[in-house]
């Protein structure tokens, strides 16, 4: 069992930025690609990044491609997601979330409680 604690959410204005922050307990965390997924209120959870395990390939959903960062210090078991430039329709709760890098399904193993994000415009 992996546990994933979030981190770094909170309020910000619009054009700011925030760096979010997810620690894994599982030193073997480099065996995991890591995602970020945010859920605004009344809407379904959607897809912001990914990372593989080894750092060499990232993806962004269109939204956020130019606007957010993500990354991962395998020493240290954390992952990031660096938002810069935020806008109101970013607010929502945002989940870290892990898959062992060999699987084949689409599903992911292990997700974290969330970060609220709100963005004042």
């Known amino acids: 069992q992996v546990q994933l604690v979030e981190s770094g959410g909170g309020l910000v204005q619009a054009g700011g930025s925030l760096r979010l922050s997810c620690a894994a307990s599982d030193r073997g965390f480099w065996r995991f690609n890591v995602a970020w997924f945010r859920q605004a209120p009344g809407k379904e959870r959607e897809f912001v990044a990914t990372?593989?395990?080894?750092?060499?390939?990232?993806e962004y959903a269109d939204s956020v491609k130019g606007r957010f960062t993500i990354s991962r210090d395998n020493a240290k078991n954390t992952a990031y997601l660096q938002m810069n430039s935020l806008k109101p329709e970013d607010t929502a709760v945002y989940y870290c979330a892990v898959r062992f890098r060999g699987s084949t399904r689409p599903e992911y193993d292990y997700w974290g409680q969330g970060t609220q994000v709100t963005v004042s415009s």
């Open positions: 990372i593989s395990w080894s750092s060499d390939r990232t």
